[in-house]
């Protein structure tokens, strides 16, 4: 597992955050994963969504994503729409108090017919699970778009 801190090209003064850790079980198909595997995803996968609370819950921390072989998007590349990632978070998570102040990003999610989940984590983390990298269930991109829009608006 690799934890790297960087400051981004732009002068905002935030800094971002990787996390990196080899995929293992979740690089495997759903379909092709053993009994085993499919424990180990299930639990490397639980892991992963109790660091990204972590994360996210962190004073200031304006966003935070993760998924299997995924790469989160930067503020500018967010606020000038230019992201240049083939694969986005499965799981995005939200500072509760910018999701309250700043947006109605959850209720679109959830009136928009998607089918991504909506949770409250915790009194400091909204999570949108746009994917699962547990399911064949293809990515939910109107829940993504969604989210992109709304970081774009407030970011």
Known sequence: MILSIREPS???????????FASDELGIPVEARKKEDRSSAKWRWRFTL???DLICGAPDCLYAGAGN??????PEEITTNKMM????????GLP???CD???RV??????SGCPAA????????TAIKVWSPLSVVPADHNAEAIVLGFLGTVL
């Open 101 to 103: 102040s700043r947006g």
């Open 50 to 52: 109790k660091l990204l």
């Open 96 to 98: 509760s108090s910018l």
């Open 69 to 74: 072989e995924v790469d989160v998007p930067t």
């Open 10 to 20: 732009t002068n905002s003064g935030y800094f971002l955050v990787d996390l990196a």
């Open 106 to 111: 959850t209720e679109d999610v959830l009136s």
């Open 118 to 125: 909506v949770e409250q984590w915790n009194d400091h983390v």
């Open 85 to 92: 990632r083939q694969s986005l978070p499965a799981v995005w």
